[in-house]
């Protein structure tokens, strides 16, 4: 078997290369070197130069990857493709490649995962850590060549382990996802994941969750991550270390679950749905002259309300439609702040009750009609979906136009699914926010 060992170094988050170093093997003996800088026709970031030490004067007079590209590809033919964390030194070269026109496949191994394997309870396998671990000499930290040679080093120890032909045939094999896999994700918490609806949690090696998803395979979801090329995914893999999951049993309880997941971890890879956007509640209330109010206030901070909004401007337009449909004033609904008599440029069919031309007890009879007509309307809703197991449903709750959560139910419980008060019994509180309000209109 013939090995090319190689490290890149790139510009960052743009992943173009600045060196590369490939040391070939054969198992016993380094037969062939190239090692070279290369000009990544990009600027290389500050911290990037703090790191490697390598500049953009460094690199003026590096050729372009295109000038090196034929022999990378002739010394890697017919080679198993070894990094330390390979899918990043693999996918990076790839990149290249493919910016000029051209594919570039071999097979792979990572050395991260071979050390899991081999070298079994070390405190760290980051190749500084692991060399030092190992008593593996490592110079010029961060420079292509000195890692790569590093990491020659550490295979060949990897090599002479007792058993290192059983782990090497099994990674070797063409439907393993060793090289698949981010190299610190353990193939046995992967096994676990289950083939079903619900959510899911990459997690650091703090356990600190890092990303949520949704997916209606969880296995098949987590393994498409791993494939995707993206830098987004190429850094979460490489810092995921175990990936947890919840069922849900069906695609709306898992966007549900996920939401609250998202706004209550605020995992850094999840960019949408991380801020609980303010929601607003209409209520009502009764002035010193006997008159009834309809308001509104941020729902944290509104008691017994009627309706819950997600933003101002649709309790304007709900308040303008309820005023136009029941004949009330814009006064007195929270539309209009004047001293005297509503003059709203909309709402035109206040019958006078701000001008003492109608009597109080006429207009509230009215402001009655329409608080009936929203509980009437907004009356409690119950969604039953599909459990997580035959055995069982789950249910959502929605009590006066807000979500109040969800919970799962034996089907052996004799439960009546029209009974709120008993619903409310098995769910699990959530928080209602507008991208749960979204979520719900699907279904509702």
Same mark, same amino acid.
């Given at each position: 078997m013939m090995y090319t060992i190689i490290d890149v170094? $790139? $510009?960052g988050r743009s992943n173009r290369i600045t060196e590369i170093s490939i040391f070939k093997y054969d198992g016993t003996t380094v037969i062939d070197e190239f090692t070279t800088l290369v000009n990544p026709g990009v600027l290389i970031p500050v911290y990037i130069t703090v790191l490697t030490n390598i500049d953009n004067a460094t690199v003026a007079n590096a050729?372009?990857?295109?000038?090196?590209?034929e022999r990378v590809l002739e010394i890697t033919e017919g080679t198993v493709f070894v990094a330390h964390n390979v899918n990043f030194d693999y996918n990076v070269i790839r990149g290249e490649f493919k910016r000029l026109g051209l594919t570039f496949d071999r097979k792979k191994l990572c050395t991260v995962r071979l050390s899991r394997q081999?070298?079994?309870?070390?405190?760290?396998?980051s190749l500084g850590k692991l060399c030092a671990s190992l008593e593996i000499p490592l110079t010029d930290r961060h420079r292509a060549r000195g890692d790569a040679e590093a990491t020659v080093t550490l295979f060949q120890k990897l090599?002479?382990?007792?058993?290192?032909?059983?782990v090497f045939k099994s990674f070797m094999k063409a439907n393993s996802r060793q090289g698949t896999l981010p190299p610190n994700l353990s193939e046995e918490v992967f096994n676990t994941l289950p083939e079903t609806t619900g959510i899911y949690y990459f997690m650091d090696k703090k356990n600190t969750i890092i990303y949520v998803g949704k997916a209606k395979n969880i296995k098949k979801r987590v393994l498409s991550h791993f494939y995707d090329?993206?830098?987004?995914?190429?850094?979460?893999?490489?810092? $995921?270390?175990?990936? &947890?999951?919840?069922?849900s049993g069906s695609e709306t309880l898992a966007l549900l679950m996920e939401d609250a997941a998202i706004k209550k971890h605020f995992p850094k890879y999840n960019r949408a749905s991380k801020i609980s956007k303010k929601s607003y509640s209409l209520f009502n209330y009764t002035d010193r002259k006997g008159v009834i109010h309809f308001a509104t206030n941020i729902s944290k901070?509104?008691?017994?309300?009627?309706?819950?909004?997600?933003?101002?401007?649709?309790?304007?337009?709900y308040m303008e439609k309820l005023c136009a449909t029941y004949k009330l004033c814009p006064k007195y609904c929270n539309l209009q702040a004047v001293e005297a008599s509503c003059d709203?440029?909309?709402?035109t069919t206040c019958q006078g009750v701000c001008s003492g031309e109608e009597t109080i007890d006429a207009y509230n009879k009215r402001v009655h009609l329409a608080v009936e007509a929203i509980k009437n309307k907004h009356v409690n809703n119950i969604i039953k979906l599909s459990g997580r197991d035959v055995d069982e449903d789950a249910v959502i709750l929605i009590e006066n136009g807000v979500y109040r959560g969800y919970g799962f139910i034996s089907k052996n &419980?004799?439960?009546?699914?029209?009974?709120a008060e008993t619903i409310a019994t098995h769910i699990i509180p959530q928080q209602d926010n507008a991208d749960v309000q979204r979520i719900l209109r699907k279904v509702i």
């Open positions: 170094e $790139t $510009t050729p372009y990857f295109e000038a090196i590209a081999l070298f079994k309870g070390l405190p760290s396998y090599l002479a382990q007792e058993e290192a032909p059983a090329k993206k830098q987004k995914e190429l850094d979460l893999c490489r810092e $995921t270390a175990h990936i &947890d999951f919840a069922l901070l509104a008691p017994y309300a009627l309706l819950t909004f997600h933003s101002r401007r649709d309790v304007i337009l709203h440029y909309k709402i &419980d004799s439960i009546s699914y029209t009974d």
